[in-house]
Every structure is written in structure tokens, then in C-alpha cells.
């Protein structure tokens, strides 16, 4: 008998095991069945090119807010970025204007590391809890935003400022090819990289990394100027798409960011997570928000779902730990 409970025990203890591990894998094989029955739009190359192509603003927001996670931080202040960014850049690359149009990106992620570095002082020098500096960032640069301009969208931009957000190269949207290399670069830098291992080092344990000679401060600080870099590219890739400034973009883009790196296995304590669990966890909200749209279910059940879905992915979360 009691053989028979140990193999029991340990059946169950490698089902779970196997769900902690691989649990986002299965769960966007089962998402992306159900929705390849559920509609007969949804299985086509035009549509899942257009899924990655739609999620490549959330997707860059998530690779820098992956390395934020997982010093253990937050940052509330991205989806202003976004907006700061986008509206920055247009300015300058409006019909008639005589800024070259990489001049004009340029100042807009310029921008986005600014406010990165600041919220990054804060948090790392003056010991500011992160969501109070981040949200403090948030609001500010949301007001600068609006003053900057007078609350109203920015309008008619250049062919070229378009490119990077609505071109192809044959099926393929530039916009992916983007998002593509961000994860790359992201994934090396946290992955195989001397301040990818302080990263996590800091996330698990800051005490052991600082007597392991890691420069903590300088590593927190520098994961929220990615972050800033990450937010403000995403704004220049969203004004481009939509060839608008929006005074009001990018609000509630900070909680996709962070569903998208907890479901891809980031711990909102620290010392988890990659770059490219973060890319499974977009295309997981994507590919449901995408089949929910084929559906024609409404964007206000769509808000639950997403919800539940956060806090589904926190309980998985606090289980592993």
C-alpha cells in the first residue's frame, strides 16, 4: 500500500512539475486550436501575420519591462512614454516640415530614455519605491504630454515616418521584423550577457549581489532606462501605424507589458523570468484578443477576460515560489 501512495505522489508531483514548466506552451496550443475551430478566419497567413503585427507595440513594451521585473521592480510609467514618444516624433515629422524623419525618431527615444533615467534615479539612488516613481513619472510626463500638445492628436505625418509602421516586406510587416530584433537583442542581453547575470542577481537576492561586487544601483538604474528605450521605440512603431500623435496613446499599455511577462514565467518578486517567455505570453493575450474579435465578442467581456487572466497568471506565480 504504501508503494503504491509513494508512485501516486510521485505522479502527481511530476504533473505538476511539468504544468509549472510547461503550462504557457500548453495552454497557447490548446488557445490556438480552439481558435483555429472556433473560426475558419483565423487560421490564415494574412491573420496571423496581423496578430504579430498589432501586438509588436505591447511586444516591444514587454521586452523592456521583462528586465524591469526581474530586478524585482514595476514600471507604471511606459504607456506615457508611449504617448511622449509618438507625439514628440510626429511633431517633428509632419508634411512640411524640414527634420529628417530619423532626426525626429531619434529625439522621440531620446525622450523615452530620459524619462527612464529618471524614474531609474529614484528608484535606485534615492530609494524611491518603484511604483510610487513610476507613477509619479507617469503622471508628470501624461501633463507634459498634454501641454506640449494642447490635448490634441498630431496629424498628417510623412510617407517615410510611415514606413516602420505600416510597410511589408512581401507578407512580412516591418513592424515584426522590428519587434523580431528586439527580442533577439533583449533576449542576448539578459541571456548570455555579464549585466543580463547581475540583472537576475539583483532580482534574487540584492544583499548576496552586493557582496558579490555586482553595482546594484547602477544595474536597477539601467534596467529602467531599457525600459524608457523599449516605451518610447513602441510609440514611435504605434504613431506610425496609425500615422497620429495621440495626446491620450498608450494608456493601460503598462498592464499588457506586464500580463505578457508574467504569463511568460517572470516573477513579480524578482529573480524570474526571459525575454522570450515574454514574447509566448503576447502571443497568448494576442491570439485570444484576436480570436475574441473574430467572434464578435465585446471589448468590455474581453476587459474581464484579461483580468481574470492576470490574476490567474499571479496565482501561478505564487505557486512556484
Known amino acids: 500500500m504504501n508503494k503504491n501512495r509513494s508512485g501516486d505522489s510521485a505522479k502527481k508531483i511530476n504533473v505538476g512539475a511539468i504544468l509549472g514548466k510547461y503550462g504557457v506552451y500548453i495552454a497557447l496550443l490548446v488557445l490556438f486550436i480552439a481558435m483555429s475551430v472556433a473560426s475558419s478566419s483565423f487560421l490564415t497567413v494574412t491573420n496571423i501575420f496581423n496578430i504579430l503585427k498589432q501586438n509588436a507595440v505591447y511586444g516591444v513594451l514587454a521586452v523592456g519591462m521583462t528586465f524591469v521585473i526581474v530586478t524585482g521592480g514595476i514600471d507604471l510609467s511606459v504607456g506615457a512614454i508611449v504617448a511622449m514618444a509618438a507625439c514628440f516624433a510626429t511633431k517633428l515629422a509632419q508634411e512640411g516640415t524640414t527634420t529628417p524623419v530619423v532626426a525626429a525618431m531619434f529625439v522621440g527615444i531620446l525622450a523615452?530614455?530620459?524619462?527612464?533615467?529618471?524614474?531609474?534615479?529614484?528608484?535606485?539612488?534615492?530609494?524611491?519605491?518603484?511604483?510610487?516613481?513610476?507613477?509619479?513619472?507617469?503622471?508628470?510626463?501624461?501633463g507634459i504630454v498634454y501641454v506640449?500638445?494642447?490635448?490634441?492628436?498630431?496629424?498628417?505625418?510623412?510617407?517615410?515616418?510611415?514606413?516602420?509602421g505600416r510597410a511589408s516586406w512581401g507578407v512580412v510587416p516591418?513592424?515584426?521584423?522590428?519587434?523580431?530584433?528586439?527580442?533577439?537583442?533583449?533576449?542576448?542581453?539578459?541571456?548570455?550577457t555579464k549585466y543580463g547575470r547581475h540583472v537576475f542577481a539583483v532580482g534574487g537576492n540584492?544583499?548576496?549581489?552586493?557582496?558579490?561586487?555586482?553595482?546594484?544601483?547602477?544595474?536597477?538604474?539601467?534596467?529602467y532606462v531599457?525600459?524608457?528605450?523599449?516605451?518610447?521605440?513602441?510609440?514611435?512603431?504605434?504613431?506610425?501605424?496609425?500615422?497620429?500623435g495621440q495626446p491620450a496613446g498608450g494608456?493601460?499599455?503598462?498592464?499588457?507589458?506586464?500580463?505578457?511577462?508574467?504569463?511568460?514565467?517572470?516573477?513579480?518578486?524578482?529573480?524570474?523570468?526571459?525575454?522570450?517567455?515574454?514574447?509566448?505570453?503576447?502571443?497568448?493575450?494576442?491570439?485570444?484578443?484576436?480570436?475574441?474579435?473574430?467572434?464578435?465578442?465585446?471589448?468590455?467581456?474581453?476587459?474581464?477576460?484579461?483580468?481574470?487572466?492576470?490574476?490567474?497568471?499571479?496565482?501561478?506565480?505564487?505557486?512556484?515560489?
Not at 287 to 306: A, P, R
Open 112 to 142: 523615452g530614455v530620459a524619462c527612464g533615467a529618471f524614474s531609474g534615479f529614484f528608484i535606485s539612488y534615492a530609494n524611491i519605491p518603484a511604483f510610487i516613481a513610476t507613477l509619479a513619472t507617469c503622471t508628470m510626463v501624461r
Open 148 to 164: 506640449f500638445t494642447d490635448g490634441r492628436p498630431i496629424t498628417g505625418v510623412t510617407k517615410a515616418y510611415q514606413y516602420i
Open 174 to 192: 516591418v513592424a515584426v521584423v522590428i519587434y523580431a530584433g528586439f527580442l533577439i537583442v533583449g533576449t542576448f542581453l539578459l541571456k548570455y
Open 206 to 223: 540584492k544583499k548576496a549581489a552586493v557582496v558579490s561586487g555586482v553595482n546594484v544601483k547602477l544595474t536597477e538604474f539601467m534596467v
Open 226 to 244: 531599457i525600459c524608457g528605450f523599449c516605451a518610447a521605440f513602441a510609440g514611435l512603431l504605434l504613431s506610425s501605424r496609425i500615422q497620429t
Open 251 to 321: 494608456e493601460g499599455y503598462e498592464l499588457d507589458a506586464i500580463t505578457a511577462a508574467v504569463i511568460g514565467g517572470a516573477s513579480l518578486s524578482g529573480g524570474k523570468g526571459s525575454v522570450f517567455g515574454s514574447f509566448i505570453g503576447i502571443l497568448v493575450v494576442g491570439i485570444l484578443t484576436n480570436g475574441l474579435d473574430l467572434m464578435n465578442v465585446s471589448s468590455y467581456y474581453q476587459q474581464i477576460i484579461k483580468g481574470a487572466i492576470i490574476l490567474l497568471a499571479v496565482l501561478a506565480d505564487r505557486k512556484k515560489e
